[in-house]
């Protein structure tokens, strides 16, 4: 797909969702909230459903946990325009309750044909239902901060899922804030492993052999890799990758020259 044909895909499926009478959501909601951000990205952040900022002004994530989000954003250097940003429901729940299993699977093609208009590396999930989109049999407090797979039934063809707490549960407690802190601060590294999923070359072959155990599925904690690592956590895959990244730098520049920072190669446009 072009730049352009992926850009009237998005916009095609946002006035279908702008119209759309598939639920019982429709019926309460201001405005729907397809989702927006850049055609061209490699990262989509896919969160629960609209709260009441995002109905009013029928954008994702406007409101307080969209501030946090964009906030987040800003520590790794990226600005929220460089992303995509939608959500499971496109219309917000009355009283900020949760989606109902109905209504999740009604919307549920909308989200896909993002995707596959998309076609993104990396999917960043905030929050459990989102999540479960992905990972059926994640657990957020386990698994946030790992890399999984994404089956390409989701309309994603070829990318990982890094699940990250719901910005909002950040907000109502200090230590999943810390912890988000940790998460987003590894989403750079995350991108660059997605990129050798994509297409993988010598280097980065190595270095998903030796951080990632278990790419198929599966709990990471429970699957030995052939090293013998038990688990992939975000802090160590980052780590892993961030030293690799050095070690490939050093390695391409000789003595004398000043060395890249790794970080330079991580940004998405
Ligand atoms: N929370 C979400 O999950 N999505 C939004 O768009 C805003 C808040
Ligand atoms: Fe349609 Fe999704 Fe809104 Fe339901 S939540 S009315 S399926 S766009």
Not at 241 to 248: D, F, I, K, N, T
Request: net charge negative.
């Amino acid at each position: 797909m072009t730049d352009l044909e992926r850009a009237a895909a998005l916009e095609t499926i946002a006035g279908e969702v702008r119209a759309c009478t598939r639920c019982r959501l429709h019926e309460t909601r201001t405005q729907a909230v397809p989702g927006e951000g850049n055609p061209d990205t490699e990262v989509v952040f896919v969160g629960e459903g609209p709260g009441m900022n995002e109905d009013r002004q029928g954008r994702p994530f406007v409101g307080r946990a969209g501030d946090l989000l964009t906030r987040h954003l800003g520590l790794i250097g990226w600005d929220r325009r460089d992303v995509f940003i939608t959500n499971v429901v496109k219309c917000r729940p009355p009283e900020n309750r949760d989606p109902e299993p109905d209504e999740v699977a009604a919307c549920y093609p909308y989200l896909q044909r993002q995707l596959e208009a998309l076609d993104p590396a990396l999917i960043v999930t905030l929050g459990r239902h989102s999540m479960a989109r992905f990972l059926p049999d994640a657990r957020i407090s386990r698994d946030h901060g790992t890399l999984r797979s994404v089956d390409p039934a989701t309309g994603a063809r070829r990318a990982l899922v890094y699940p990250m707490f719901h910005p909002a549960a950040a907000l109502r407690s200090p230590d999943v804030a810390r912890q988000s802190e940790e998460d987003i601060r590894a989403v750079p590294a995350m991108l660059l492993e997605a990129r050798g999923y994509r297409e993988p070359s010598e280097s980065m072959v190595a270095a998903s052999a030796s951080v990632v155990p278990d790419l198929a599925g599966g709990s990471a904690a429970e699957t030995p890799s052939a090293t013998g690592a038990t688990a992939a956590t975000g802090a160590t895959v980052a780590t892993a990758l961030r030293e690799e990244l050095v070690a490939a730098t050093v390695a391409v520049h000789p003595a004398g020259e000043p060395e890249p920072d790794p970080a330079d190669q991580l940004t998405l446009f």
